[in-house]
C-alpha cells in the first residue's frame, strides 16, 4: 500500500514538471487548491500535500498561508550574494544598538555582509523597507514585524520574498497571519511572570501592570503577570492593567501612574513592560515623594543601561541577547537566576 502511495504523489510531481516544461503553468501562477487536485489526480488531500512538498523543496512552488501555491518564477530569484537584509523598528533607541550587533557578530563570522533598514514600528515604512529590500542583492531576510499583534498589512510583499525563495526570520514576534514562518522570540510570557512573582514574594498584593498593546512582547508579559496572580489567590482586576500603543509609549503610563497617585489608588508594587517605562514610572513616583522601593517596588524588563544609570537601580528581567538563552531577573532587591 505504501509502495502505491508513493508511485501516486511522485507520478503527480512528475506531472507537474511537465506542465511546467511546457509552459501549461506559467511563472507566478496559482496552481488549482488541493481539493481540486485531489479530484483531478483521484487520490487524497495527503497526496497532494506530499507531491506540493516535495516540488516546493526543489525550488519550484512556494505556499503562503491563506493565499495559495504559486510557480516560483526563477528569473527572479537571486544568485548568491552574501548579503542579508536586516529590518528591525529601531536602530539607535533603548536596546536595539546591541541587537543589531549581535545580528551583524554572527554574519560577518559567517561571510556576510548586513544590509540594514528601521521601520520606527509603522507598517507603512515596513513596507517601504521591504520594497527596497526587493531591489537588493540579498539571501535573507531578518525582521521585527512592525506592531506584531496587529493583522499585517504587507502580506503581498512578504508573499513576493517567498516566491523568490529568499528566506524570512522574525524576531520578537510575528504577524497573525505567519504564525507558522521561523521565528526568534524570547519567552515573554516567563518574563511577566518573573516580574509579578518577584514583587508577590516579597508580600506585595496591591500590583499594577504595564504593557504594550500592539507587539507580542506587550501581550505575552502580560499574560505571564496575569498567571502569578491567580497562582498566588490574587483577585484580577482590568482596572490594574495600563495599555498603551507605540504612539503614546513615552506618556500614557507615566501619565496613568500620576492618576492612580492622585487619586489615592493603593499600590505596592508595579510591573513595567521595559525599563524604559519603569524609569518614566519611577520618576513620577519620585516628584510625588514616593520612595522607590521603600513604598513602591518596580521591575522592568531587558536589563538595559536604564536600569543600571536610573536614580535608582531598578530591578528588571534580564535576557541575553545572544547565547545560550538563559536570564534572571536582578536589582537592588533581587539577584536569583532562572531562565527566560
Request: proline share 3%.
Amino acid at each position: 500500500m505504501e509502495l502505491q502511495v508513493s508511485t501516486k504523489y511522485l507520478k503527480i510531481v512528475a506531472n507537474i514538471k511537465e506542465m511546467i516544461a511546457v509552459g501549461e503553468i506559467m511563472p507566478g501562477g496559482k496552481l488549482p487548491s488541493e481539493n481540486q487536485l485531489s479530484v483531478q489526480y483521484g487520490v487524497s488531500r495527503h497526496t497532494i500535500r506530499k507531491a506540493i512538498s516535495i516540488l516546493s523543496d526543489q525550488g519550484y512552488l512556494v505556499s503562503m498561508h491563506g493565499k495559495g501555491t504559486y510557480l516560483v518564477d526563477q528569473h527572479k530569484t537571486k544568485k548568491s550574494s552574501s548579503n542579508i537584509g536586516v529590518i528591525t523598528t529601531y536602530i539607535s533607541d533603548y536596546i536595539f544598538p546591541q541587537v543589531i550587533k549581535g545580528i551583524d557578530e554572527v554574519l560577518t563570522s559567517n561571510g556576510y555582509s548586513i544590509i540594514l533598514k528601521n521601520t520606527g514600528n509603522s507598517q507603512k515604512k515596513e513596507a517601504i523597507c521591504l520594497e527596497d529590500m526587493l531591489t537588493k542583492d540579498i539571501d535573507g531576510l531578518i525582521i521585527e514585524p512592525s506592531r506584531s499583534e496587529v493583522l499585517c498589512k504587507n502580506e503581498d510583499l512578504y508573499f513576493e520574498f517567498a516566491v523568490r525563495h529568499i528566506p524570512i526570520v522574525f524576531i520578537q514576534g510575528r504577524y497573525l497571519q505567519m504564525r507558522d514562518e521561523p521565528a526568534v522570540v524570547m519567552n515573554d510570557k516567563l518574563g511577566g511572570y518573573m516580574a509579578a512573582k518577584h514583587l508577590i514574594e516579597l508580600g506585595l498584593r496591591h500590583l499594577i501592570g504595564i504593557f504594550k498593546m500592539d507587539d507580542y512582547q506587550g501581550n505575552e508579559r502580560y499574560k505571564g503577570f496575569v498567571k502569578a496572580l491567580k497562582e498566588s489567590g490574587i483577585p484580577y482586576d482590568p482596572d490594574d492593567i495600563i495599555w498603551f500603543h507605540t504612539e503614546d509609549r513615552r506618556s500614557k503610563p507615566a501619565t496613568m501612574i500620576h492618576y492612580m497617585i492622585s487619586e489615592g489608588r493603593l499600590i505596592d508594587g508595579i510591573v513595567c513592560y521595559n525599563d524604559q517605562v519603569a524609569l518614566d514610572v519611577l520618576n513620577v513616583l519620585t516628584a510625588a515623594g514616593i520612595k522607590v522601593p521603600l513604598d513602591i517596588s518596580i521591575v522592568g524588563h531587558d536589563d538595559s543601561f536604564i536600569a543600571k544609570n536610573a536614580p535608582v537601580k531598578l530591578t528588571t528581567i534580564y535576557q541575553v541577547i545572544r547565547g545560550d538563552g538563559s536570564g534572571y531577573a536582578h536589582g537592588e532587591d533581587q539577584r536569583k537566576r532562572t531562565k527566560v
